[in-house]
């Protein structure tokens, strides 16, 4: 089994930062894409950012310039660097990995969500 444990959340003020991490840890052979999605009440989680094994990167268009994803392959962990935070930008963030595990298919597995807050 592989489990992704999310930190890093909390609440700042407008214009300021925060960095989330998402660890993977468990029977794992290889990851594939590493992302983060967020999501607020009463509307569907949404792409925020993604990255490939080999750092290739893809952004929403909302935070663009302002956020930076990275990952560290020997630690299975991916960060997601936020600046210039913006009130709109509150939400529960989920990291997401591409994991291929104990059988012969790649899966997608989910953190359990870091709350991120920003104060207006």
């Known amino acids: 089994q592989v489990q992704l444990v999310e930190s890093g959340g909390g609440l700042v003020q407008a214009g300021g930062s925060l960095r989330v991490s998402c660890a993977a840890s468990?029977?794992?052979?290889?990851?594939?894409?590493m992302g983060w999605y967020r999501q607020t009440p009463g509307k569907q989680r949404e792409l925020v950012a993604v990255?490939?094994?080999?750092?290739?990167?893809n952004y929403a268009d909302s935070v663009k310039g302002r956020f930076t994803i990275s990952r560290d392959n020997a630690k299975n962990t991916v960060y997601l660097q936020m600046n210039s935070l913006k009130p709109e930008d509150t939400a529960v963030y989920y990291c997401?990995?591409?994991?291929?595990?104990?059988?012969?298919?790649?899966?997608?597995?989910w953190g359990q969500g870091t709350q991120v807050t920003v104060s207006s």
């Open positions: 997401n990995a591409n994991v291929l595990g104990g059988g012969i298919w790649y899966q997608d597995y």
């Open positions: 468990g029977r794992i052979l290889s990851i594939n894409g």
């Open positions: 990255i490939t094994s080999g750092g290739s990167t």
